[in-house]
């Protein structure tokens, strides 16, 4: 596809918009009018009497033609909006889809309906998402449920209040549609020793900085990767180093990622239990033997149901559970038949992803035959349906590029059992603190919107070779908040 940009700054936008339509094809941005297949040409004439708009599209003998005159004080964010509604609209006709978060593209769409909520009101919200956005009804009435129960615990977060993440970036094997920054254990093993003693060696450098900045931590999470792949002792050891530099008297949530049941055990859930973790993660991504095979987990449904009953067992009252919806494989009799199962489980909270065929990921490049836009569609709108039958509420959501059909991924809870963390991070309302290979540092300012990133390395040998470089960075924390004060 050629996608040409003329007199205006959205290139970023519309290439986005154009692969909401066309997911496989290679997007070909340029400046100036050149021949291609499809083509659209989307074009800004700033006029005496006004801004012109003009978008065309040609794909195959098929021909749209579009222009008008906005009036010449229209802000950059209407001009976008409206080049956007006239892009969508077009190419829906011609492929004949409707996405259904209409032209919105970006990861967060709650965090949007919060700031219109906040300019206009929380119930004019529903009718601009629909006829200013064109997101369908049922993803409007998502983004408002979603919405009415993130707004309490968004309050919870004040100026001084952050988080902290600590990433294990190993698992037992690498699943076919992973695009994370993880190494298999059988891999890098030999690595895992060091990593914890100079992760722990990070933890205490950052709890000082935490607590000479007098910032109070909220909620921890321990994720990957897979964090169960370390023994217990390896884990005990990294909680310790939690417990014992950080002050949690604030804290209100302590989780770690327990992914693959194939590593959970009596004895790491024992450290859990000893270390204060306060709610885990167990994931299915599905419970159909047949499809977890495809995506190269090698653990059974059985197994998982296992480690969900040895965690209750083990004093456990917050467990969620992670489903991905259009797996290769799967069909939507078989993910409602698994979403049947998880629920009679009761974990208190159920997580609903759709698949992301991001770059990285093996499936992606192997072609991933097989997988429908419709049939994630189908298994996303079964969960929409049972979920909130059984006692659960939406309350928090993203969206990733490259998602199967478009859609978003859901975290739905029973009341009291929503994950602070996860609305924290998505929502960008306070700092997040990360410590370990491939976390990023997300620094927020409590009084402006301003964000600052601090990178650790990606990989464990990078991360353990060039340590001390890394740690180094680690002063750019207090250089953030320093700051803050000067512009307050
Ligand atoms: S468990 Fe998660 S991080 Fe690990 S390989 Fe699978 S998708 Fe990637």
Redesign the pocket.
């Known amino acids: 596809m050629t996608l040409v940009i003329d007199g205006h700054s959205l290139a970023y936008e519309m290439e986005n918009l154009c692969r909401l339509f066309y997911p496989r094809e290679k997007i070909k941005t340029v400046t100036e009018i050149q021949e291609g297949d499809p083509f659209v040409y989307t074009g800004v004439k700033r006029l005496p009497e006004g801004i012109r708009l003009d978008v065309r599209l040609k794909a195959g003998k098929t021909e749209r033609n579009h222009s008008e005159l906005l009036a010449a004080d229209t802000d950059d964010m209407e001009l976008g909006r409206r080049m956007a509604v006239v892009l969508w609209n077009m190419l829906s006709e011609v492929c004949g889809i409707r996405p259904a978060w209409g032209i919105l593209t970006g990861v967060r769409p709650i965090k949007l309906y919060g700031r219109l909520a906040s300019q206009m009101g929380d119930e004019a919200v529903p009718a601009y998402f629909q006829e200013k956005l064109l997101v369908s009804p049922e993803k409007t009435r998502l983004a408002r449920l979603t919405w009415d129960n993130q707004k309490t615990l968004l309050s919870l977060s004040k100026p001084e209040s952050y988080s902290l993440y600590v990433a294990i970036p190993f ?1 037992p094997t ?2 076919a ?2 695009s ?1 920054v ?1 190494t298999s254990v059988e891999k890098a093993a030999h690595l895992i020793p060091k990593y914890v003693e100079l992760l722990c060696g990070e933890l205490r450098r950052t709890a000082e900085i935490a607590q000479s900045l007098k910032l109070c931590l909220q909620s921890v999470y321990i994720g ?3 964090p169960t792949v370390l023994s217990a002792d390896q884990l005990a050891e990294v909680i310790a180093a939690i417990r014992g530099n950080f002050d949690l008297s604030d804290c209100r949530e302590f989780t770690v990622e327990a ?2 049941p194939d590593t959970v055990t009596i004895e790491k859930l024992a450290a859990m239990r000893v270390g204060g973790v306060t709610r885990i993660s167990i994931n299915p991504q599905t419970l159909n033997d047949e499809v977890l095979r495809e995506i190269g987990r090698k653990h059974t449904a059985a197994q998982t149901l296992s480690a969900f009953e040895l965690a209750r067992c083990h004093g456990f009252n917050n467990i969620n559970m992670d489903l991905i919806a259009g797996l290769p494989k799967d069909t939507p009799e078989s993910f409602h038949q698994t979403l049947k199962k998880v629920i009679s489980l009761s974990p208190e909270s159920i997580t609903v992803h759709t698949l992301a065929l991001k770059r990285a990921a093996r499936l992606n490049q192997e072609g991933a035959e097989g997988l429908r836009a419709d049939a994630a569609g189908r298994m996303v709108s079964l969960a929409d349906g049972m979920l909130p039958q059984s006692g659960y509420r939406p309350y928090y959501l993203y969206r990733q590029s490259r998602m199967v059909g478009n859609l978003e991924n859901t975290g739905w809870a029973k009341p009291g059992f929503e994950s602070l963390y996860n609305v924290f991070i998505m929502e960008e309302c306070q700092s997040i603190l990360a410590c370990g290979a491939g976390a990023v540092t997300k620094l927020r300012d409590p009084y402006s919107n301003r964000i600052e990133r601090i990178f650790n390395f990606k990989y464990p040998y990078e991360y353990i070779g060039r340590h001390e470089e890394m740690m180094n960075r680690k002063d750019r924390v207090k250089e953030f908040y320093e700051s803050i004060g000067r512009h307050r």
């Open positions: 698992c690498r699943c549609y992973c994370f993880s990957g990767g897979t992914g693959r």
